[in-house]
């Protein structure tokens, strides 16, 4: 048995807001729930609602850049950053920026809506 796997076909998760999210790891392609691997690009001018997630995130930004609103604070990161969200905390992300943001996500347990607790938009 093989001691390791490669995702050539990741699951491309549906959006209606631009957003480019392709899952290589986690709920949605292996059945992983403890860990989730995404590969995203976020188009100028996207945000998310607050949200309070009941997951640690881990963000690496390849292009471009992001925005957080961590309980009011704005942070923002650029190429070559990153960042680890502590989960259970209040935090709105969005790319107000002119150009499409690419990122890594790891979530630690995986990703899963459930898990998310977004605010009304």
Known sequence: MKKYSIQKSPFVVPTDDGKVIKEHFGNA???NKNMSLAHMIAPPGW????QTPEFEEYTFIIKGKKQF???GEIVVLSAGESIKLEKNIRVQYSNPFDEPCEYLAICTPAFSMDLV???NE
């Open 29 to 31: 392609t292996n059945g």
């Open 47 to 50: 945000s998310e609602p607050f």
């Open 69 to 71: 609103n961590i309980d």
């Open 117 to 119: 607790n977004r605010e």
